[in-house]
């Protein structure tokens, strides 16, 4: 009842916080040689839904990417999709092929850059590639995503194969790609560094919708919150007002 009359009165409602959630990666991400249901960003869409976050999760992976490839189609993905949170997963190509580091981390750089500049939060996944090119190399590659990571304060997963890379029960027959079994785990690797950030997202929304409607919220208004029981927007207990409607949201 209270719920319900809030949204009423408020314009409240799941649909009124949506944010989005752009996972921008590789092969990696985008459910490579399995149903796009079963990979983990698929799981990711489901998990946000039932810990209670209102944000759409768009994959816009592409199998084979580079960093260079990342960062031309950056720009149209933001713009069409403007994003809260930009998941960046990219580089296991560069380093798989042994493309120049410097390269690969100049173009991460921007490509969080202009994340940030369309006012998205960049969660910085890492990766780590065997020692083909030699053990400098490989160090490097490793080291390229904390470092980028300190350079611009991101929240960092370390490793997304954590567990999963070289377990052949959880990989296909090339030995690179996770397969479907594994696609939870990755899961798992991901979410304890993002639900903070969707957290965060929630509340600043919840709050600011709040503080426009407390703005906005006519008299006659006013006396159906009162006879609630609920603080009445404007007078000295609107901070409480704004906690209570957070709690209802996040029910």
């Known amino acids: 009842m209270v719920l319900v009359l809030l949204t009423a009165i408020f314009g409240f409602g799941a649909s009124a916080h949506a944010q989005t959630v752009l996972v921008f990666g590789d ?42 490839g990342g960062l031309t189609r950056l720009p149209a993905a933001l713009k069409t999709h403007q994003p809260s949170t930009v998941i960046l997963e990219l580089g296991a190509n560069d380093g798989l092929r042994g493309l120049p580091m410097k390269d690969m981390e100049d173009n991460l750089r921007s490509m969080i850059r202009s994340s940030q500049q369309a006012g998205a939060t960049v969660v910085l996944v890492g990766m780590r590639i065997p020692p083909n090119y030699g053990i400098r190399y490989s160090l490097d590659f490793m080291q390229s995503y904390s470092k980028l990571a300190m350079e611009f304060g991101l929240p960092l997963v370390p490793f997304m194969l954590e567990g999963i890379a070289g377990d052949r029960a959880l990989n296909q027959a090339d030995g690179i790609h996770p397969n ?29 919708t709040s503080q426009l409607s407390t703005r906005a919220t006519p008299a006659h208004h006013h006396t159906r ?21 957070f709690r209802i949201q996040q029910g």
């Open 27 to 68: 092969s990696l991400s985008a459910a490579y040689r399995m149903p796009v249901e079963q990979g983990w960003v698929a799981l990711l869409q489901q998990r946000i839904k039932q810990q209670g976050f209102a944000h759409q999760v768009v994959n816009a992976s592409v199998s084979g990417e580079t960093t260079r």
């Open 180 to 208: 479907a079994q594994a696609q939870g785990l990755i899961l798992d690797r991901i979410w304890p560094v993002l639900e903070p950030q969707l957290r965060k997202q929630t509340r600043n929304a919840a709050l600011k």
């Open 225 to 245: 919150l009162a006879g609630l029981g609920l603080p009445i927007p404007g007078h000295t207990d609107a901070r409480h007002h704004h906690q209570t409607i």
